[in-house]
């Protein structure tokens, strides 16, 4: 079964801007980013079709989340999709599709998890 | 890991609209294989099979009362299912506030 979640954000910037900063080293560290004391964000990105971007972040050293992205389409500033692992602390893990689209000229980010 | 399979199983059992159906209808009270099986338009064995993938799933229990298998709602799996979705949705719900709020913060709030 697929889990078909979508999120909608209006986003006052271009989205050349937005499909940017989703795209570099601090947005994306950002994005991954809580304002909790200590929280770990490593993340590194080989941003192309076929890249990886691998992330490992979560409260402690010991308590680490991972998602491995692989790059299936980068279209700037429109759309991206990344086919992606999960895995949790705990050793579970699943796999999803996640798609990143953005609109203009309402500047809409639609984000997708199938 | 057992947590993993437990949700795939709960997952792809939801993943039918028939099993969906059969877990609908036994929300209103137990019902053997073969009152299942006529609402749905299926076989006795289509519903076995249906059900067999509810109950491994513990989604569904069965029981062998005299020629014929009752059914009725099994424990648990569902809440963990939905624990789990409403988990994964705000990771990214808040992954995509602070996004946009880093995005606007540092674009002037023009574009």
């Known amino acids: ?114 | 890991m057992q947590y993993r399979s437990t949700l795939d199983g709960t997952f792809f059992a939801l993943s039918d609209p028939t099993r969906r159906g059969i877990l609908e209808r036994l929300g209103g009270g137990p019902a053997t294989i073969s009152e299942l099986a006529t609402p749905f338009g299926l076989t006795i064995n289509g519903v076995k099979k249906h059900v067999g993938i509810l109950e491994r799933a513990d989604l569904v229990v069965t029981e062998k009362v005299g020629r014929a298998r009752h059914c009725r709602l099994g424990s648990g799996s569902l809440a963990e299912a939905t624990a789990w979705i409403e988990g994964h949705r705000e990771a990214w719900e808040s992954r995509l506030d602070r996004f946009e709020r880093y995005v606007e913060r540092t674009s002037g709030g023009g574009g």
């Open chain 1, 1 to 114: 079964m697929s889990l078909d979640l979508r999120f909608e954000r209006l986003i006052a910037a271009a989205p050349e801007r937005v499909f940017d900063a989703f795209t570099d080293p601090v947005g994306q560290r950002e994005f991954y980013g809580q304002d909790a004391a200590g929280w770990i964000v490593d993340s590194r990105c080989d941003l192309r079709v076929g890249g990886v971007w691998s992330l490992s972040f979560g409260p402690s050293p010991d308590e680490l989340y991972h998602h491995r992205h692989v790059f299936e389409v980068i279209d700037r500033p429109r759309r991206i999709l990344i086919a992606s692992i999960e895995t949790r602390p705990d050793g579970s893990s699943f796999e999803t599709t996640l798609e990143f689209t953005l609109s203009r000229p309402r500047r809409r980010l639609t984000w997708s998890t199938t």
